[in-house]
Protein backbone atom coordinates (compact mmCIF):
# COMPACT_ATOMS: atom_id res chain seq x y z
CA UNK A 1 0.00 0.00 0.00
CA UNK A 2 1.59 3.10 -1.00
CA UNK A 3 -0.57 6.64 -0.27
CA UNK A 4 0.25 9.23 -2.95
CA UNK A 5 -0.56 11.94 -0.04
CA UNK A 6 2.26 10.54 2.09
CA UNK A 7 4.65 10.84 -0.85
CA UNK A 8 3.93 14.32 -1.80
CA UNK A 9 3.90 15.48 2.03
CA UNK A 10 7.59 13.46 2.58
CA UNK A 11 8.92 15.07 -0.57
CA UNK A 12 7.79 18.43 0.35
CA UNK A 13 8.55 18.27 4.34
CA UNK A 14 11.92 16.76 3.30
CA UNK A 15 11.03 13.55 5.85
CA UNK A 16 12.39 10.22 4.12
CA UNK A 17 9.38 8.31 5.33
CA UNK A 18 6.05 10.59 6.30
CA UNK A 19 3.42 8.62 8.70
CA UNK A 20 0.27 9.19 9.33
CA UNK A 21 -0.61 11.25 12.52
CA UNK A 22 3.00 13.16 12.11
CA UNK A 23 2.81 16.85 12.35
CA UNK A 24 5.33 18.16 9.46
CA UNK A 25 6.55 21.29 8.61
CA UNK A 26 6.01 20.81 4.30
CA UNK A 27 7.23 24.02 1.53
CA UNK A 28 4.10 24.92 -0.28
CA UNK A 29 4.21 25.27 -4.06
CA UNK A 30 1.31 27.70 -4.46
CA UNK A 31 -1.19 29.26 -1.97
CA UNK A 32 -4.23 30.75 -2.99
CA UNK A 33 -7.16 33.21 -1.72
CA UNK A 34 -10.53 34.49 -3.19
CA UNK A 35 -12.07 37.98 -2.49
CA UNK A 36 -14.02 36.54 0.87
CA UNK A 37 -10.70 34.92 2.32
CA UNK A 38 -8.13 36.92 0.55
CA UNK A 39 -9.22 40.10 2.55
CA UNK A 40 -8.88 39.00 5.61
CA UNK A 41 -5.47 37.50 5.23
CA UNK A 42 -4.37 41.15 3.94
CA UNK A 43 -5.76 42.20 7.25
CA UNK A 44 -3.45 39.73 9.43
CA UNK A 45 -0.40 40.30 7.30
CA UNK A 46 -0.97 44.34 8.18
CA UNK A 47 -2.17 43.71 11.86
CA UNK A 48 1.27 41.56 12.62
CA UNK A 49 3.84 43.24 9.96
CA UNK A 50 4.57 39.95 8.25
CA UNK A 51 3.45 41.60 4.87
CA UNK A 52 6.61 42.96 4.15
CA UNK A 53 8.11 39.42 3.89
CA UNK A 54 5.64 38.37 1.17
CA UNK A 55 6.98 38.01 -2.12
CA UNK A 56 10.08 36.93 -0.56
CA UNK A 57 9.86 33.09 -0.95
CA UNK A 58 9.15 30.23 -4.05
CA UNK A 59 5.83 29.93 -3.36
CA UNK A 60 3.35 31.12 -6.46
CA UNK A 61 0.40 33.36 -4.60
CA UNK A 62 -2.71 33.23 -6.63
CA UNK A 63 -5.48 35.83 -5.54
CA UNK A 64 -9.36 35.00 -7.39
CA UNK A 65 -12.22 37.32 -7.05
CA UNK A 66 -14.81 34.12 -7.75
CA UNK A 67 -17.25 34.52 -4.86
CA UNK A 68 -18.30 38.34 -5.60
CA UNK A 69 -17.85 38.60 -9.12
CA UNK A 70 -19.11 41.45 -9.83
CA UNK A 71 -18.87 42.95 -6.69
CA UNK A 72 -22.54 43.03 -4.81
CA UNK A 73 -21.60 46.06 -2.46
CA UNK A 74 -19.35 48.92 -1.29
CA UNK A 75 -17.10 46.03 1.21
CA UNK A 76 -16.90 43.58 -1.18
CA UNK A 77 -15.49 46.46 -4.22
CA UNK A 78 -12.97 47.76 -1.21
CA UNK A 79 -12.17 44.70 -0.50
CA UNK A 80 -11.17 43.95 -4.60
CA UNK A 81 -9.55 47.24 -4.81
CA UNK A 82 -7.35 46.29 -1.52
CA UNK A 83 -6.41 42.90 -3.07
CA UNK A 84 -5.56 44.36 -6.73
CA UNK A 85 -3.42 47.21 -5.19
CA UNK A 86 -1.58 44.05 -2.76
CA UNK A 87 -1.36 41.91 -5.86
CA UNK A 88 0.64 44.78 -8.16
CA UNK A 89 2.81 45.59 -5.19
CA UNK A 90 3.91 41.93 -4.06
CA UNK A 91 3.47 40.05 -7.69
CA UNK A 92 0.86 37.77 -7.37
CA UNK A 93 -1.06 36.10 -9.96
CA UNK A 94 -4.51 37.88 -9.90
CA UNK A 95 -7.96 36.73 -11.75
CA UNK A 96 -10.24 39.55 -11.56
CA UNK A 97 -14.00 39.41 -11.77
CA UNK A 98 -15.12 37.33 -14.59
CA UNK A 99 -12.33 34.73 -15.33
CA UNK A 100 -14.11 32.32 -12.95
CA UNK A 101 -13.84 30.50 -9.93
CA UNK A 102 -10.26 29.14 -8.31
CA UNK A 103 -10.89 26.04 -8.61
CA UNK A 104 -11.82 25.66 -12.35
CA UNK A 105 -9.27 28.19 -12.97
CA UNK A 106 -6.11 26.43 -11.53
CA UNK A 107 -6.28 23.51 -13.11
CA UNK A 108 -6.93 24.94 -16.53
CA UNK A 109 -2.73 24.65 -16.67
CA UNK A 110 -1.60 25.68 -13.18
CA UNK A 111 -1.57 23.09 -10.89
CA UNK A 112 0.55 20.28 -11.74
CA UNK A 113 1.13 16.54 -10.67
CA UNK A 114 2.79 16.23 -7.43
CA UNK A 115 2.75 19.85 -6.18
CA UNK A 116 1.58 20.79 -2.87
CA UNK A 117 -0.99 23.33 -2.74
CA UNK A 118 -2.80 24.94 -0.15
CA UNK A 119 -5.61 27.70 -0.38
CA UNK A 120 -8.21 29.68 1.56
CA UNK A 121 -11.39 27.93 0.60
CA UNK A 122 -12.46 24.33 1.58
CA UNK A 123 -12.88 23.20 -2.08
CA UNK A 124 -9.18 23.76 -2.39
CA UNK A 125 -9.43 20.17 -2.25
CA UNK A 126 -10.23 19.94 -5.88
CA UNK A 127 -6.91 19.93 -7.37
CA UNK A 128 -5.82 16.20 -6.03
CA UNK A 129 -7.48 15.36 -9.60
CA UNK A 130 -4.76 16.09 -11.25
CA UNK A 131 -2.72 13.68 -8.61
CA UNK A 132 -1.26 17.20 -6.30
CA UNK A 133 -2.05 16.98 -3.18
CA UNK A 134 -4.11 20.12 -2.07
CA UNK A 135 -6.45 21.18 0.88
CA UNK A 136 -8.56 23.82 2.22
CA UNK A 137 -7.23 26.32 5.05
CA UNK A 138 -7.92 29.70 6.70
CA UNK A 139 -7.20 32.95 6.21
CA UNK A 140 -4.58 32.97 9.09
CA UNK A 141 -2.63 30.51 7.07
CA UNK A 142 -2.83 31.90 4.02
CA UNK A 143 -0.98 35.04 5.44
CA UNK A 144 1.26 32.64 7.21
CA UNK A 145 2.17 30.59 4.23
CA UNK A 146 2.37 33.90 2.19
CA UNK A 147 5.12 35.21 4.60
CA UNK A 148 6.93 32.13 4.86
CA UNK A 149 6.19 29.51 2.22
CA UNK A 150 5.28 26.41 4.03
CA UNK A 151 2.76 25.40 7.03
CA UNK A 152 2.20 22.55 9.00
CA UNK A 153 0.23 19.44 7.78
CA UNK A 154 -1.30 16.43 10.12
CA UNK A 155 -0.14 13.42 7.60
CA UNK A 156 -3.27 11.86 7.09
CA UNK A 157 -4.44 8.55 7.15
CA UNK A 158 -5.11 7.01 3.67
CA UNK A 159 -8.27 5.36 2.71
CA UNK A 160 -8.62 3.63 -0.62
CA UNK A 161 -11.29 3.79 -2.90
CA UNK A 162 -11.36 0.98 -6.18
CA UNK A 163 -13.38 2.13 -9.07
CA UNK A 164 -14.87 -0.38 -11.15
CA UNK A 165 -16.67 -0.52 -14.49
CA UNK A 166 -18.74 1.99 -16.07
CA UNK A 167 -21.30 4.59 -15.88
CA UNK A 168 -25.04 3.44 -17.28
CA UNK A 169 -27.27 5.79 -19.21
CA UNK A 170 -27.47 9.34 -17.57
CA UNK A 171 -25.32 8.42 -14.52
CA UNK A 172 -22.51 10.91 -14.10
CA UNK A 173 -19.48 11.19 -11.56
CA UNK A 174 -21.91 13.71 -9.56
CA UNK A 175 -24.02 10.36 -8.82
CA UNK A 176 -20.39 8.49 -8.02
CA UNK A 177 -19.46 11.73 -5.70
CA UNK A 178 -23.14 11.48 -4.24
CA UNK A 179 -22.70 8.00 -3.33
CA UNK A 180 -19.96 8.36 -1.53
CA UNK A 181 -20.84 10.77 0.59
CA UNK A 182 -23.70 8.76 1.23
CA UNK A 183 -21.48 6.36 2.30
CA UNK A 184 -18.73 7.95 4.35
CA UNK A 185 -21.10 10.20 5.75
CA UNK A 186 -20.31 13.44 6.77
CA UNK A 187 -17.63 12.20 9.14
CA UNK A 188 -16.74 9.33 7.63
CA UNK A 189 -13.15 10.85 5.89
CA UNK A 190 -12.51 13.14 8.45
CA UNK A 191 -8.96 13.91 7.99
CA UNK A 192 -8.16 11.33 5.70
CA UNK A 193 -6.84 10.98 2.18
CA UNK A 194 -9.21 9.82 -0.03
CA UNK A 195 -7.16 7.99 -2.69
CA UNK A 196 -8.61 6.21 -6.03
CA UNK A 197 -7.27 3.60 -8.06
CA UNK A 198 -8.19 0.74 -10.50
CA UNK A 199 -9.51 0.22 -13.77
CA UNK A 200 -12.57 1.67 -13.60
CA UNK A 201 -10.23 5.25 -13.30
CA UNK A 202 -10.01 4.97 -17.87
CA UNK A 203 -14.07 5.50 -17.17
CA UNK A 204 -13.79 8.72 -15.37
CA UNK A 205 -11.91 11.64 -17.51
CA UNK A 206 -10.61 14.41 -15.55
CA UNK A 207 -13.61 16.58 -15.31
CA UNK A 208 -15.37 13.58 -13.48
CA UNK A 209 -12.34 13.23 -11.07
CA UNK A 210 -12.61 17.17 -10.92
CA UNK A 211 -16.27 16.80 -9.27
CA UNK A 212 -15.26 13.74 -7.27
CA UNK A 213 -12.38 15.41 -5.88
CA UNK A 214 -14.44 18.55 -4.81
CA UNK A 215 -17.26 16.95 -3.37
CA UNK A 216 -15.15 14.21 -0.93
CA UNK A 217 -14.64 17.66 1.51
CA UNK A 218 -18.56 17.51 2.49
CA UNK A 219 -17.36 13.65 4.01
CA UNK A 220 -14.03 15.79 6.12
CA UNK A 221 -11.38 14.62 3.88
CA UNK A 222 -8.54 16.46 4.34
CA UNK A 223 -7.42 15.55 0.67
CA UNK A 224 -8.99 13.32 -2.33
CA UNK A 225 -6.67 12.36 -4.73
CA UNK A 226 -6.27 10.52 -8.37
CA UNK A 227 -2.83 8.76 -9.89
CA UNK A 228 -1.59 10.30 -12.61
CA UNK A 229 -2.08 8.59 -16.29
CA UNK A 230 -3.40 8.82 -19.96
CA UNK A 231 -6.22 11.28 -18.63
CA UNK A 232 -4.32 13.49 -16.43
CA UNK A 233 -1.78 14.00 -19.15
CA UNK A 234 -4.14 14.50 -21.99
CA UNK A 235 -5.55 17.25 -19.46
CA UNK A 236 -2.72 18.51 -18.89
CA UNK A 237 -1.77 18.60 -22.51
CA UNK A 238 -4.97 20.69 -23.70
CA UNK A 239 -4.20 23.46 -21.38
CA UNK A 240 -0.19 23.80 -22.73
CA UNK A 241 1.60 22.08 -19.55
CA UNK A 242 4.75 20.43 -20.35
CA UNK A 243 4.77 17.35 -19.05
CA UNK A 244 7.78 15.94 -17.02
CA UNK A 245 8.33 12.32 -17.06
CA UNK A 246 8.55 12.22 -13.22
CA UNK A 247 4.56 12.00 -13.01
CA UNK A 248 4.48 9.01 -14.21
CA UNK A 249 5.38 7.96 -10.63
CA UNK A 250 2.82 9.64 -9.19
CA UNK A 251 0.91 6.15 -8.67
CA UNK A 252 -1.31 4.50 -6.60
CA UNK A 253 -0.93 0.74 -6.06
CA UNK A 254 -3.37 -0.76 -3.60
CA UNK A 255 -4.45 -4.82 -3.08
CA UNK A 256 -8.28 -5.04 -3.06
CA UNK A 257 -8.33 -6.40 0.95
CA UNK A 258 -7.49 -2.61 1.84
CA UNK A 259 -10.09 -0.54 0.36
CA UNK A 260 -13.79 -0.50 -0.70
CA UNK A 261 -15.19 -0.75 -4.00
CA UNK A 262 -17.38 0.67 -6.10
CA UNK A 263 -18.88 -0.37 -9.42
CA UNK A 264 -19.88 1.86 -11.58
CA UNK A 265 -22.14 0.11 -13.54
CA UNK A 266 -24.46 -0.48 -10.48
CA UNK A 267 -24.77 3.61 -9.82
CA UNK A 268 -28.12 5.61 -10.02
CA UNK A 269 -29.16 8.85 -10.70
CA UNK A 270 -28.98 10.50 -7.08
CA UNK A 271 -30.21 13.92 -5.19
CA UNK A 272 -28.88 15.00 -1.95
CA UNK A 273 -31.68 16.64 -0.01
CA UNK A 274 -31.53 19.31 3.06
CA UNK A 275 -29.86 19.65 5.29
CA UNK A 276 -26.76 18.53 4.43
CA UNK A 277 -24.98 17.34 1.36
CA UNK A 278 -24.98 13.65 2.78
CA UNK A 279 -28.24 13.50 2.97
CA UNK A 280 -28.05 11.34 -0.09
CA UNK A 281 -31.38 9.64 -1.78
CA UNK A 282 -32.31 7.83 -5.01
CA UNK A 283 -33.89 10.49 -7.10
CA UNK A 284 -37.15 8.52 -7.48
CA UNK A 285 -37.33 9.05 -3.69
CA UNK A 286 -37.82 12.79 -4.36
CA UNK A 287 -39.71 12.49 -7.65
CA UNK A 288 -42.27 15.31 -8.20
CA UNK A 289 -40.96 17.72 -5.47
CA UNK A 290 -41.93 21.16 -7.19
CA UNK A 291 -38.88 23.35 -8.37
CA UNK A 292 -38.73 27.12 -8.70
CA UNK A 293 -34.79 27.59 -10.01
CA UNK A 294 -32.53 25.39 -11.86
CA UNK A 295 -28.95 26.24 -11.13
CA UNK A 296 -26.01 24.70 -13.43
CA UNK A 297 -22.38 25.70 -12.15
CA UNK A 298 -20.11 25.92 -9.34
CA UNK A 299 -16.83 24.46 -9.06
CA UNK A 300 -18.55 20.77 -8.63
CA UNK A 301 -20.15 20.84 -12.21
CA UNK A 302 -19.62 24.26 -13.89
CA UNK A 303 -17.61 22.89 -16.73
CA UNK A 304 -18.12 22.88 -20.01
CA UNK A 305 -19.12 19.01 -19.80
CA UNK A 306 -21.62 19.86 -17.41
CA UNK A 307 -22.88 23.09 -19.43
CA UNK A 308 -23.01 20.58 -22.72
CA UNK A 309 -25.49 18.03 -20.94
CA UNK A 310 -27.80 20.72 -19.65
CA UNK A 311 -27.82 22.45 -23.64
CA UNK A 312 -28.85 18.58 -24.47
CA UNK A 313 -32.14 18.91 -22.50
CA UNK A 314 -33.04 21.51 -23.08
CA UNK A 315 -32.47 22.12 -26.65
CA UNK A 316 -35.61 23.14 -28.66
CA UNK A 317 -37.61 23.27 -25.55
CA UNK A 318 -38.45 26.06 -23.19
CA UNK A 319 -37.74 25.38 -19.62
CA UNK A 320 -40.24 25.63 -16.63
CA UNK A 321 -38.23 26.47 -13.92
CA UNK A 322 -35.91 29.81 -14.11
CA UNK A 323 -32.45 28.17 -14.84
CA UNK A 324 -29.28 29.79 -13.98
CA UNK A 325 -26.02 28.87 -15.65
CA UNK A 326 -23.11 30.24 -14.90
CA UNK A 327 -19.70 29.07 -16.43
CA UNK A 328 -17.01 27.96 -14.27
CA UNK A 329 -14.30 29.92 -16.08
CA UNK A 330 -14.32 32.52 -18.91
CA UNK A 331 -12.48 29.58 -21.29
CA UNK A 332 -15.75 27.84 -20.54
CA UNK A 333 -18.17 30.87 -21.45
CA UNK A 334 -15.68 31.32 -24.61
CA UNK A 335 -16.04 27.60 -25.82
CA UNK A 336 -19.98 27.58 -25.19
CA UNK A 337 -20.30 30.80 -27.57
CA UNK A 338 -17.74 29.03 -30.06
CA UNK A 339 -19.73 25.61 -29.95
CA UNK A 340 -23.42 27.71 -29.83
CA UNK A 341 -23.93 25.94 -26.80
CA UNK A 342 -25.03 29.46 -25.77
CA UNK A 343 -27.56 30.25 -27.90
CA UNK A 344 -28.99 26.61 -27.06
CA UNK A 345 -29.39 27.72 -23.71
CA UNK A 346 -30.41 31.19 -24.36
CA UNK A 347 -33.11 30.32 -26.97
CA UNK A 348 -34.58 27.33 -23.87
CA UNK A 349 -34.91 30.29 -21.44
CA UNK A 350 -31.83 30.20 -19.19
CA UNK A 351 -30.34 33.13 -17.87
CA UNK A 352 -26.37 33.33 -17.84
CA UNK A 353 -24.00 34.60 -15.33
CA UNK A 354 -21.07 35.80 -15.01
CA UNK A 355 -18.04 33.12 -14.39
CA UNK A 356 -17.69 32.72 -10.83
CA UNK A 357 -19.04 31.08 -7.76
CA UNK A 358 -22.38 32.44 -8.04
CA UNK A 359 -25.68 31.61 -5.82
CA UNK A 360 -23.56 28.40 -4.24
CA UNK A 361 -22.08 31.07 -1.93
CA UNK A 362 -24.98 32.35 -1.07
CA UNK A 363 -24.43 36.10 -0.59
CA UNK A 364 -24.77 36.72 -4.81
CA UNK A 365 -26.36 36.10 -7.60
CA UNK A 366 -29.54 34.30 -7.50
CA UNK A 367 -30.23 33.40 -3.97
CA UNK A 368 -33.89 32.17 -3.12
CA UNK A 369 -37.06 33.64 -1.33
CA UNK A 370 -39.01 32.03 1.32
CA UNK A 371 -39.89 28.36 0.75
CA UNK A 372 -38.63 28.29 -2.59
CA UNK A 373 -36.70 25.20 -4.27
CA UNK A 374 -33.75 25.22 -6.37
CA UNK A 375 -31.87 21.98 -7.44
CA UNK A 376 -28.26 22.77 -7.90
CA UNK A 377 -25.08 21.25 -9.65
CA UNK A 378 -23.30 22.64 -6.40
CA UNK A 379 -22.16 20.82 -3.44
CA UNK A 380 -23.62 22.20 -0.49
CA UNK A 381 -27.31 22.82 0.75
CA UNK A 382 -27.06 23.37 4.44
CA UNK A 383 -30.16 25.78 5.63
CA UNK A 384 -29.81 29.16 5.05
CA UNK A 385 -26.94 28.46 2.34
CA UNK A 386 -28.27 29.85 -0.95
CA UNK A 387 -30.95 32.14 0.88
CA UNK A 388 -33.42 32.07 4.24
CA UNK A 389 -33.45 28.93 5.87
CA UNK A 390 -36.77 27.96 4.38
CA UNK A 391 -35.49 27.55 0.63
CA UNK A 392 -34.20 24.45 -0.18
CA UNK A 393 -31.31 23.39 -1.91
CA UNK A 394 -31.39 20.02 -4.02
CA UNK A 395 -27.78 19.06 -4.96
CA UNK A 396 -28.14 16.58 -8.41
CA UNK A 397 -26.14 15.98 -11.58
CA UNK A 398 -26.22 18.51 -14.31
CA UNK A 399 -28.77 16.04 -15.91
CA UNK A 400 -31.00 15.79 -13.16
CA UNK A 401 -30.62 19.41 -13.06
CA UNK A 402 -31.81 19.99 -16.75
CA UNK A 403 -34.26 17.55 -16.45
CA UNK A 404 -35.56 19.46 -13.69
CA UNK A 405 -35.88 22.64 -15.53
CA UNK A 406 -37.67 21.27 -18.46
CA UNK A 407 -40.28 19.58 -16.20
CA UNK A 408 -40.36 21.62 -12.84
CA UNK A 409 -40.02 19.10 -10.73
CA UNK A 410 -37.14 16.39 -9.85
CA UNK A 411 -38.21 13.81 -11.94
CA UNK A 412 -35.87 10.59 -12.79
CA UNK A 413 -33.79 11.84 -16.20
CA UNK A 414 -32.75 8.34 -17.79
CA UNK A 415 -36.06 8.38 -19.90
CA UNK A 416 -35.58 11.99 -21.34
CA UNK A 417 -31.30 11.79 -21.51
CA UNK A 418 -32.20 7.97 -23.43
CA UNK A 419 -34.74 9.83 -25.80
CA UNK A 420 -31.95 12.60 -26.81
CA UNK A 421 -28.83 10.25 -26.49
CA UNK A 422 -30.62 7.93 -29.44
CA UNK A 423 -31.86 10.75 -31.41
CA UNK B 1 -3.97 27.03 30.73
CA UNK B 2 -6.88 27.15 32.66
CA UNK B 3 -10.76 28.14 31.30
CA UNK B 4 -13.99 28.15 32.33
CA UNK B 5 -17.30 28.53 30.95
CA UNK B 6 -21.51 28.33 30.95
CA UNK B 7 -22.40 25.22 28.80
CA UNK B 8 -24.68 25.27 25.85
CA UNK B 9 -25.04 22.13 24.35
CA UNK B 10 -25.39 22.03 20.19
CA UNK B 11 -25.93 18.51 18.45
CA UNK B 12 -23.62 17.20 15.48
CA UNK B 13 -22.56 18.72 12.25
CA UNK B 14 -22.98 22.03 13.14
CA UNK B 15 -21.62 23.62 9.89
CA UNK B 16 -19.70 26.88 9.31
CA UNK B 17 -22.65 28.12 7.25
CA UNK B 18 -24.75 27.80 10.64
CA UNK B 19 -22.13 29.71 12.33
CA UNK B 20 -21.81 32.50 10.34
CA UNK B 21 -24.05 33.02 7.00
CA UNK B 22 -22.32 34.31 4.16
CA UNK B 23 -24.62 37.13 3.53
CA UNK B 24 -22.11 38.70 6.46
CA UNK B 25 -18.77 37.83 4.77
CA UNK B 26 -18.20 41.13 3.45
CA UNK B 27 -16.88 42.46 6.79
CA UNK B 28 -14.67 40.82 8.78
CA UNK B 29 -15.07 43.13 11.90
CA UNK B 30 -15.86 40.82 14.88
CA UNK B 31 -18.51 42.69 16.45
CA UNK B 32 -20.61 42.60 13.23
CA UNK B 33 -19.60 38.92 12.97
CA UNK B 34 -20.79 38.61 16.52
CA UNK B 35 -24.33 40.49 16.01
CA UNK B 36 -24.82 37.73 13.29
CA UNK B 37 -23.84 34.61 14.57
CA UNK B 38 -26.06 31.72 14.11
CA UNK B 39 -28.56 34.05 12.74
CA UNK B 40 -30.22 31.11 11.02
CA UNK B 41 -30.40 28.91 13.67
CA UNK B 42 -33.23 30.53 16.39
CA UNK B 43 -32.50 27.86 19.31
CA UNK B 44 -28.63 28.12 19.58
CA UNK B 45 -29.15 31.72 19.34
CA UNK B 46 -31.44 32.48 21.93
CA UNK B 47 -28.88 30.22 23.95
CA UNK B 48 -26.23 31.93 23.09
CA UNK B 49 -28.62 35.24 24.14
CA UNK B 50 -29.29 33.75 27.44
CA UNK B 51 -26.21 31.82 28.57
CA UNK B 52 -23.73 34.07 31.35
CA UNK B 53 -20.38 34.57 29.07
CA UNK B 54 -17.88 32.81 28.58
CA UNK B 55 -19.61 30.62 27.08
CA UNK B 56 -18.78 26.26 26.13
CA UNK B 57 -20.31 25.18 23.73
CA UNK B 58 -20.60 21.23 23.92
CA UNK B 59 -21.28 19.64 20.68
CA UNK B 60 -21.35 16.11 18.90
CA UNK B 61 -19.44 14.81 15.97
CA UNK B 62 -18.15 16.54 12.92
CA UNK B 63 -18.16 20.69 14.85
CA UNK B 64 -17.32 23.26 11.92
CA UNK B 65 -18.40 21.31 8.82
CA UNK B 66 -17.99 23.07 5.58
CA UNK B 67 -17.08 26.29 4.39
CA UNK B 68 -13.28 27.55 5.76
CA UNK B 69 -14.41 31.11 6.43
CA UNK B 70 -12.19 31.51 9.29
CA UNK B 71 -15.14 33.86 9.89
CA UNK B 72 -16.91 31.39 11.90
CA UNK B 73 -14.16 31.65 14.70
CA UNK B 74 -14.12 34.46 15.21
CA UNK B 75 -18.02 35.50 15.18
CA UNK B 76 -17.93 32.85 18.17
CA UNK B 77 -14.90 34.29 19.98
CA UNK B 78 -16.39 37.75 19.72
CA UNK B 79 -19.90 36.53 20.94
CA UNK B 80 -18.34 35.41 24.33
CA UNK B 81 -17.46 31.27 23.26
CA UNK B 82 -14.52 30.64 25.49
CA UNK B 83 -13.92 26.84 24.45
CA UNK B 84 -15.58 24.11 22.73
CA UNK B 85 -15.66 20.44 23.61
CA UNK B 86 -17.04 18.20 20.88
CA UNK B 87 -16.79 14.65 19.96
CA UNK B 88 -14.66 15.79 16.99
CA UNK B 89 -14.50 18.48 14.58
CA UNK B 90 -13.78 19.81 10.91
CA UNK B 91 -10.64 20.18 9.98
CA UNK B 92 -10.36 23.76 8.30
CA UNK B 93 -12.38 24.90 11.60
CA UNK B 94 -10.02 23.22 14.22
CA UNK B 95 -6.88 25.01 12.72
CA UNK B 96 -8.83 28.13 12.48
CA UNK B 97 -9.50 28.23 16.14
CA UNK B 98 -6.48 27.36 17.06
CA UNK B 99 -4.63 29.64 15.08
CA UNK B 100 -7.16 32.66 16.48
CA UNK B 101 -6.70 31.13 19.91
CA UNK B 102 -10.33 29.23 20.50
CA UNK B 103 -9.49 26.58 22.39
CA UNK B 104 -11.03 23.19 21.12
CA UNK B 105 -11.14 19.55 22.41
CA UNK B 106 -12.00 16.33 21.72
CA UNK B 107 -14.52 14.78 23.78
CA UNK B 108 -17.32 13.57 24.70
CA UNK B 109 -19.11 15.27 27.90
CA UNK B 110 -22.87 15.62 26.65
CA UNK B 111 -23.99 12.93 28.89
CA UNK B 112 -22.41 14.97 32.32
CA UNK B 113 -23.38 18.28 31.28
CA UNK B 114 -26.57 20.65 31.28
CA UNK B 115 -27.78 23.89 30.06
CA UNK B 116 -25.53 26.54 31.78
CA UNK B 117 -23.73 24.48 33.73
CA UNK B 118 -19.83 25.70 34.84
CA UNK B 119 -17.77 23.52 32.80
CA UNK B 120 -13.69 23.99 33.85
CA UNK B 121 -10.90 23.00 31.87
CA UNK B 122 -7.16 22.45 32.62
CA UNK B 123 -5.43 21.91 28.93
CA UNK B 124 -1.89 21.31 30.43
CA UNK B 125 -2.75 18.78 32.20
CA UNK B 126 -6.03 17.94 30.01
CA UNK B 127 -8.66 17.36 32.67
CA UNK B 128 -12.88 18.75 32.45
CA UNK B 129 -14.30 19.56 35.85
CA UNK B 130 -17.94 19.56 36.07
CA UNK B 131 -18.21 21.60 39.57
CA UNK B 132 -21.75 20.75 39.83
CA UNK B 133 -21.33 16.96 40.16
CA UNK B 134 -17.78 17.22 41.06
CA UNK B 135 -16.73 15.02 38.09
CA UNK B 136 -13.58 15.11 36.77
CA UNK B 137 -13.06 14.04 32.77
CA UNK B 138 -9.40 13.38 30.81
CA UNK B 139 -8.84 14.23 27.73
CA UNK B 140 -6.15 13.52 25.36
CA UNK B 141 -3.54 17.10 25.82
CA UNK B 142 -3.23 18.84 22.20
CA UNK B 143 0.07 18.31 20.88
CA UNK B 144 2.88 20.51 21.86
CA UNK B 145 2.79 22.22 18.76
CA UNK B 146 -0.58 23.18 18.60
CA UNK B 147 0.17 24.31 22.30
CA UNK B 148 2.41 26.87 21.43
CA UNK B 149 0.17 28.47 18.71
CA UNK B 150 -2.30 28.98 21.67
CA UNK B 151 0.08 30.03 24.19
CA UNK B 152 1.71 32.81 21.69
CA UNK B 153 -1.91 33.69 21.05
CA UNK B 154 -2.97 31.91 17.80
CA UNK B 155 -0.73 32.20 14.54
CA UNK B 156 -1.01 36.28 14.67
CA UNK B 157 1.52 35.57 17.77
CA UNK B 158 3.73 33.80 15.55
CA UNK B 159 3.42 36.06 12.36
CA UNK B 160 4.73 39.03 14.64
CA UNK B 161 7.39 36.92 16.04
CA UNK B 162 8.56 36.09 12.40
CA UNK B 163 8.28 39.74 11.43
CA UNK B 164 10.09 41.05 13.98
CA UNK B 165 13.03 38.27 13.81
CA UNK B 166 13.57 39.11 9.67
CA UNK B 167 13.91 42.16 8.27
Not at chain 1, 396 to 422: F, H, K, M, N, W
Not at chain 2, 2 to 31: C, F, M, W
Request: some cysteine; glycine content about 10%; hydrophobic content about 40%.
Amino acid sequence: MESLALKILSKHSGEERVEPGDIVYAKVDKVMVNDVTGALALKILRETGAEKLVGKRKTEIYIVFDHYSPAHNWDAANSHAELRFFSRKYGCKLFDIGYGIAHQILVEGIVKPGELIVGADSHTITYGALASFSTGIGSSEAAYVMATGELWFKAPEPLFVKIIGNFGISVTAKDLALYLLKEFGSEGALYRSVEFFGEGLRNLDVNDRLTVSNIIVEAGAKTAIFPYDNETEAWLRRYGVRVEDEWGELKIEVSDVESMCVNLSALEPLVSAPPKPVNVKHVGDLEGTPVDQVFVGSCTNGRFKDIVALARIVKGRKVKTRLIVIPASLRTLKRMIDEEVLKVLVEAGAIIGVPGCGPCFGAHMGVLGEGEVMVSTANRNFPGRAGPPSAKVYLASPYTAAVAAITGQITDPRPYVREVLEK
Amino acid sequence: MNLEGYVIIVGDSVDTDTIIPARYLHKSDPEWLAQHVFEDSFEIREKISKTPKPIAIIAGKGFGYGSSREHAVLALKAAGVSFIIAESFHRIFYRNAINNGLVVIEGNIRDYVREGDLVKINLSEGVITIPRTNKHVRFKPLPRKLLEILEIGGLKGFLRKIATEEH
